[in-house]
Every structure is written in C-alpha cells, then in structure tokens.
C-alpha cells in the first residue's frame, strides 16, 4: 500500500469513528429523551360519576388529557367527594352508602371499604372529605350530623365529632388548615362553619356566616378561610375568627358550591350551579383575586364543580357532561375532554410518574 493510501485509509477511520461516537450518542439521547418524556410527573383528576345507577370513579390523565379508566363501583352506591393522600397513594372516596372507600392510586383497585355511620346508625352521603397535611388522618362527614377522624395507617375510625347538628343534617364542605392543627366543616343548617382541633378531635368554635355554607378552601398560609354559600362567599380571618369581607357572586338557588384555590392562594375559583340536578345546565365559574377579594373575571361555563392542579398552572371544571381544562394565566379553556356521564365531584393528586407506582 503507498503513501497515498495508507493517510486515505487512516484520514476514513478518523472521520467514521466520531461519526459512530456522534451517531451512538443521539440514539442514547433520544432513546433517554423518551424515557424522561415518559416518566415526566404529572397529576391526575379524579372525577367520581353516577347515572342510571352505575356508579364509576373516572380518572384522567392530565398528561394526555383523557379518560384512562372507570374504576367501577357497586350497584346503588352513589359517590360524592374525595381526596388523595399527599404522597398520591391512596385516594378515600366518599359515597352513599354506609362506607368510605379506600383505593390503591397505582393500580386503580379498591382496597377497602370503612364504616362512617356513627352508633346511631345513619346513611353518611359525605359531603366533605379532606386529607391532613401530614398525611395521617382523613376527615369526612356523614349524614348523622358528625365529622369522622379516620386513621390512614389502619383504615379504622378513631374518633366521631358531634357538630351540633341533628341526624341527617349533614355537615358539608372540610378543609384542613396547612399546619394540620385544625379542620373548619361548613354547616349549612346552623349558618356555620366549626372549628375543630386535629389533637383532641373537639369541636373549639364555631362562626357565623350568612346563608347556608357549602365548601370551604383554607389561604396556604392559613390566615384567611374562603367560604361559599348561595350567592356569595364569606372571606374569614381565622385569626379573630370573623368575617371580614362578603363577595357576591352570580345568585341562583344552588349557587357557589364549590370552590379551589391556586396553590400560591393568590385566586380563588368559585363554581356557580344554576340547578344542580341538571348536570347539562351550563353554570358560570368566579375568579376572585385574594389580594383585594374581588371578583376578577367570570367564565361563562361550568356546573360547579372544580379541581385546581397542584402546580396551578389549570384548571378543570366540569360543564355539560365534559371536563374543561382551564388555563389559568388567561382564564381560558384550553381543551375539552369528553366521556363523562352525570359527574358529582372532581379532585386532583400530586404530581406522579407514568412508570412509578404512587408515591415512589
């Protein structure tokens, strides 16, 4: 071989090895790229249904944005509220029967099912339920006027609230304070929201407001309670523990059942039913600004229910058997996903992976 040859040859090693080492190397990036994209974390809403009597807890996919499954549930039970445990393992879903269930947020199964009557017997048709911050307790309502402690490291009631109500005057819309130390339950039939302390499980105080309460969403620092009762929303310090200001929102017979604040509590979205027994009546969803407590913006649709992601970013309402997804930098629905069939509640998960079970 000449001269000529050899650096010919040697000059094509040199060119083909990087070339080999360039090419390997964006395989092995695309190859991981799609792995990342896949394992990307993201939230699930949970969207418990009830028509015709079947009864199904939907879960979507907010990555996709679609319908994923329908956990089924038994004949007759009619489901109402959830919540899901911080670390997204576990969701505990209210329903009108008797019982509580306890489903595995990785395989989509339930895995138990907890007795919420009080000794009085009593049909619990909860209308709050919420998780404590630290993931050990879940508070929910049933139908014989008391709130239920029940322990998420056995399943077990441990303690049953008295609220002052009379059987089957439920209480209704709960939510924790972000330090864990106290939980407020609305009681529409007293005008009132209680006060109760997570360490004792007693009802402390209790606090006026006009109308009937339904839902309640707790500031993330815990300085203000938001409150909705038909047409309009008390503002409470829960420092002094009164009401310091009264939005009006739009008026209607069921209006301001549900509420959801964004995560850094700078608004808050309150969900106007024009009738609640017809879930293809178009309602209107309020944004109200925290800083000034004033209504801001309105959409015009949405039958009041509501769930806010984690990061804040959307906003799902349900609207004519549909589940908009709200942007919440411009207040505009963004897309629509369809499959839904007599929606009664709506609530969100952390974030979580594809390939991870809940929580790992």
């Keep these: ?8 040859r040697l000059s094509q090693r040199r060119i083909a090895r990087p070339l080999l080492f360039l090419t390997l190397t964006v395989i092995a990036c695309l190859c991981g790229g799609q792995s990342a994209l896949a ?11 009830s028509s015709g009597g079947v009864s199904d807890l939907a879960v979507v996919d907010t990555d996709s944005n679609s319908i994923i499954t329908k956990i089924p549930l038994s004949a007759g039970v ?11 393992r576990r969701i505990y879903l209210a329903t009108s029967g008797d ?4 489903i595995d947020a990785s395989t989509n199964t339930i895995t138990s099912s907890i007795n919420v009557a009080s000794s009085s017997g009593g049909f619990s048709a909860a209308a709050g339920v919420a998780v404590t911050p630290d993931g050990s307790k879940v508070y929910l309502t049933n139908a014989d006027g008391a709130l239920v402690d029940i322990s998420t490291s056995t399943n077990n009631v441990t303690s049953t609230i008295p609220l002052g109500l009379a059987s089957f005057q439920a209480g209704a819309g709960v939510a924790t304070a972000p330090d864990g130390t106290k939980v407020y339950v609305a009681l529409p039939s007293l005008h009132s929201v209680a006060v109760i302390d997570t360490n004792s499980d007693t009802v402390t105080s209790t606090i006026s407001v006009d109308g009937e309460p339904a839902e309640l969403a707790v500031s993330p620092d815990g ?24 939005i009006p929102v739009p008026s209607s017979m069921f209006g301001g059942e549900a509420i959801a604040m964004t995560p850094d509590g700078t608004r808050v ?4 039913t024009i009738n609640q027994f017809s879930p293809d009546t178009t309602g209107t969803t309020s944004i109200i600004a925290t800083s000034i407590d004033t209504v801001i913006d309105t959409i015009f649709d949405g039958v009041g229910l509501i769930a806010i992601t984690p990061d804040g970013a959307h906003a ?12 919440t930098a411009t ?14 509640g709506i609530f969100t998960g952390p974030f979580r992976s594809h390939f991870s079970s809940a929580g790992q």
């Design 1 to 8: 071989m000449g001269r000529d040859g050899f650096w010919l």
């Design 99 to 102: 019982a509580a269930l306890v």
């Design 223 to 246: 300085t203000k309670l938001y409150v909705t009762s038909p047409g309009a929303v008390s503002v409470i310090a829960t420092g002094s523990q009164t009401v310091i200001k009264t």
């Design 39 to 49: 394992d990307k974390p993201f939230p699930y809403v949970y969207v418990p249904e």
């Design 78 to 88: 009619f489901p109402s509220v959830g919540a899901v445990t911080p670390d997204g």
């Design 331 to 344: 207040n505009l629905a963004v897309r629509s996903i369809t499959g839904l069939s007599s929606p009664t």
């Design 316 to 327: 799902y309402v349900n609207g004519n058997n549909r589940l908009l997804m709200i942007d």
């Design 269 to 272: 979205f309150i969900g106007n």
